[in-house]
């Protein structure tokens, strides 16, 4: 099947589907971008991707491409073309085209906006899932605004790379404090030896993951208690439980980090509960 892909006002074949190259994000990573789950070819969570896009255009002074609800239409339209089921859209928004020079464009130009959507394997991820996955520890080098989900991704890239050459799955970024802040492109979490489910608080130092607040209240109604605050990586090694959250994954059992095994070295009742029950409290468009 072509797939088609979305660039600034067209549907494109994606092998056609082109930004100029003086686009800012190409040149400066000046743009934010959002990854929203496709399930039953329905958008799991729009309304809190969508709401998140925004905050993140308002701190770098980008503006709304269009409106929320035009938005949605775009989203809609590429993972109806490209017949998505189950699998994820992406969505980028940049400061837009304009003659290189580190400063904002002078008149404003209009930002750019690409939305590519692309299926998964179920079957894949569930497997995943059910065995569990490795991460492996890296610095955490990053800049003091990952709250702001920017398309400036190299850390990121770097983290995931060493844990594939590491035989892992994601990279956990430890700060200076020896603080687990999140993975290369997930939150996470463990779970103590009490039962207490715990997780970073969402200041700057990293991104308030929607999987991560719809959690919050699977975690509520399941009865378990949980702590914002940071853990240490030394406590994770000693952790009941390990988990990582992001749209594209939901929630993702850890069973190793930086070859340790945690808990019992499979997936543990908590995540897999938390896992199996997400999608009822997630909204489906
Ligand atoms: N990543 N932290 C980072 C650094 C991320 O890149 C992501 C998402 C998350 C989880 O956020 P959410 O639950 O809203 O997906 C946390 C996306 C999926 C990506 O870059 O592909």
């Not at 503006?63 to 809609?76: E, Q």
């Not at 687990?180 to 463990?190: D, K, L, P, Q």
Request: with cysteine.
């Amino acid at each position: 099947m072509c797939r088609t892909t979305y660039v600034n006002g067209r549907y494109l074949p994606h092998r056609n589907a082109m930004v100029h190259v003086e686009d800012r994000g190409y040149q400066f990573a000046d743009g934010v971008y959002e990854v929203c789950e496709v399930r039953g070819g329905r958008l799991v969570d729009e309304r809190r991707h969508l709401a998140r896009l925004k905050r993140s255009l308002d701190e770098l002074r980008i503006r709304m491409p269009m409106s929320f609800a035009a938005l949605g239409i775009v989203l809609r339209e590429v993972v109806a073309r490209n017949r998505i089921g189950y699998g994820i859209v992406y969505l980028q928004v940049t400061r837009g085209v304009a003659r290189r020079d580190h400063a904002f464009p002078v008149p404003e130009v209009p930002p750019s906006v690409v939305v590519t959507a692309r299926a998964l394997n179920q079957a894949r991820n569930e497997a995943l899932a059910a065995k569990g996955i490795a991460v492996v520890s890296v610095a955490d080098n990053r800049w003091g605004r990952v709250d702001i989900k920017t398309i400036g991704l190299l850390p990121n890239v770097l983290a995931r790379q060493a844990a594939l050459d590491q035989g892992a799955r994601d990279a956990w970024f430890v700060n200076r404090d020896g603080a687990v802040t999140e993975g290369a492109s997930t939150n996470a979490w463990i779970v103590t030896a009490a039962g207490t489910v715990v997780t970073r608080p969402a200041d700057h130092a990293i991104l308030r993951g929607i999987t991560r607040t719809v959690l919050f209240d699977v975690i509520k109604t399941q009865g378990l208690h949980l702590e914002e605050r940071a853990f240490t990586l030394a406590e994770a090694y000693a952790a009941r439980e390990a988990f990582v959250t992001a749209a594209s994954q939901i929630v993702l059992p850890v069973v190793r980090i930086d070859g340790r095994v945690i808990g019992e070295g499979k997936p543990g009742p908590v995540a897999t509960a938390l896992r199996r029950e997400f999608h009822r409290y997630a909204e489906a468009g």
